[in-house]
């Protein structure tokens, strides 16, 4: 199941904000919906009858988009992301979606706004996700409000492989065990033992997201940045860059970010 969260975020962030969080809840990529022409402050002022975006509301205007999806058709389901304008998606949205074919897709539609309720959102969005479902549309004000749409990951048996470890220091075992899947190492959970000589062994070992959510928790702890806990869990320098090589070696991508 491959998820990807798209949004458009203009005014003062509030939707960026939740997107950024959700996508890291669900371990789905990000895109950010963004205008070839940014809009100014001034063009967003609704207040004046002549703004950028009152003259592309009332004229049901196109707004073309900077960039676009990579391998769009990989993905099962897509989160769209929007601030309500004028009680319904912005127009760059309907136009972002009309670029891509929906075909078989589950949509989630999550949206920010000043006061509206959700209200038809979803229905007018509808006819620009042609051939997808969309699954629930929801007014939000924080990620943690969309926890359930994230599909609960099967369990799967238990991959290790010990990719790494450092025979002439006899105080100190490192073994890393990860789950490979679809080329990409996923670090998901990790163990620290004392060995019987007062060394220790760190472990790493991956199978399910309820435990990914638990490494991103030992990792995190005291604030720290997980990925710069695990460097120094891991060694130091040298230990990491054995362990690039090590999934060099084994063809498997190493990211430089945990993919949580
Ligand atoms: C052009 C425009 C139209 C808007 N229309 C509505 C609306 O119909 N109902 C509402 O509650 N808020 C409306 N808002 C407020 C935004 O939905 C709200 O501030 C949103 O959380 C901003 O998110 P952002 O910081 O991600 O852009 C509008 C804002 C703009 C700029």
Not at 243 to 258: H, K, P, S, T, V
């Given at each position: 199941?491959?998820?990807?969260?798209?949004?458009?975020?203009?005014?003062?962030?509030?939707?960026?904000?939740?997107?950024?969080?959700?996508?890291?809840?669900?371990?789905?990529?990000l895109?950010?919906?963004?205008p070839?022409?940014?809009?100014?402050?001034?063009?967003?002022?609704?207040?004046?009858?002549?703004?950028?975006c009152?003259?592309e509301?009332?004229?049901?205007?196109?707004?073309p988009?900077?960039?676009?999806?990579?391998?769009?058709?990989?993905?099962?389901?897509?989160y769209?992301?929007?601030?309500?304008?004028?009680?319904?998606?912005?127009?760059?949205?309907?136009?972002?979606c009309?670029?891509y074919?929906?075909?078989?897709?589950?949509?989630?539609?999550?949206?920010?706004?000043?006061?509206?309720?959700?209200?038809k959102?979803?229905?007018k969005?509808?006819?620009?996700?042609?051939?997808?479902?969309?699954?629930?549309?929801r007014?939000?004000?924080d990620?943690?409000?969309?926890?359930?749409?994230?599909?609960?990951m099967?369990?799967?048996?238990?991959?290790?492989?010990?990719?790494?470890?450092?025979p002439?220091?006899?105080?100190?075992?490192?073994?890393i065990?990860?789950?490979?899947?679809?080329?990409?190492?996923?670090?998901?959970?990790s163990?620290?033992?004392?060995g019987?000589?007062?060394?220790?062994?760190?472990?790493?070992?991956?199978?399910?997201?309820?435990?990914?959510?638990?490494?991103i928790?030992?990792?995190?702890?005291?604030?720290?940045?997980?990925?710069a806990?695990?460097?120094?869990?891991?060694?130091?320098?040298q230990?990491?860059?054995?362990?690039r090589?090590?999934?060099?070696?084994?063809?498997?991508?190493?990211?430089?970010?945990?993919?949580?």
């Amino acid at each position: 199941m491959k998820s990807l969260v798209v949004y458009f975020s203009a005014e003062s962030g509030t939707t960026a904000k939740v997107a950024e969080k959700f996508a890291q809840m669900a371990g789905a990529d990000l895109f950010q919906i963004t205008p070839q022409k940014v809009y100014t402050r001034a063009d967003l002022n609704w207040t004046n009858p002549l703004a950028r975006c009152n003259r592309e509301h009332f004229a049901k205007k196109d707004v073309p988009v900077a960039g676009t999806v990579k391998e769009f058709a990989a993905y099962d389901m897509v989160y769209i992301g929007f601030p309500i304008w004028y009680g319904c998606a912005p127009n760059v949205v309907n136009t972002f979606c009309k670029d891509y074919d929906w075909s078989g897709k589950k949509v989630y539609v999550f949206a920010t706004s000043g006061g509206s309720g959700i209200g038809k959102t979803a229905e007018k969005l509808q006819p620009y996700v042609g051939g997808a479902e969309i699954v629930s549309a929801r007014l939000v004000s924080d990620a943690s409000q969309m926890k359930d749409w994230i599909p609960a990951m099967p369990t799967m048996d238990r991959k290790e492989e010990l990719l790494y470890s450092d025979p002439s220091n006899p105080y100190e075992s490192i073994y890393i065990h990860a789950k490979i899947e679809d080329d990409c190492l996923t670090v998901v959970d990790s163990e620290c033992e004392h060995g019987p000589d007062g060394g220790w062994s760190y472990r790493i070992i991956t199978f399910d997201r309820e435990n990914t959510v638990k490494a991103i928790d030992f990792l995190s702890q005291g604030g720290r940045d997980p990925f710069a806990t695990l460097q120094r869990m891991l060694g130091y320098e040298q230990r990491t860059r054995k362990f690039r090589e090590a999934c060099d070696e084994r063809g498997i991508q190493y990211q430089d970010r945990l993919a949580f």
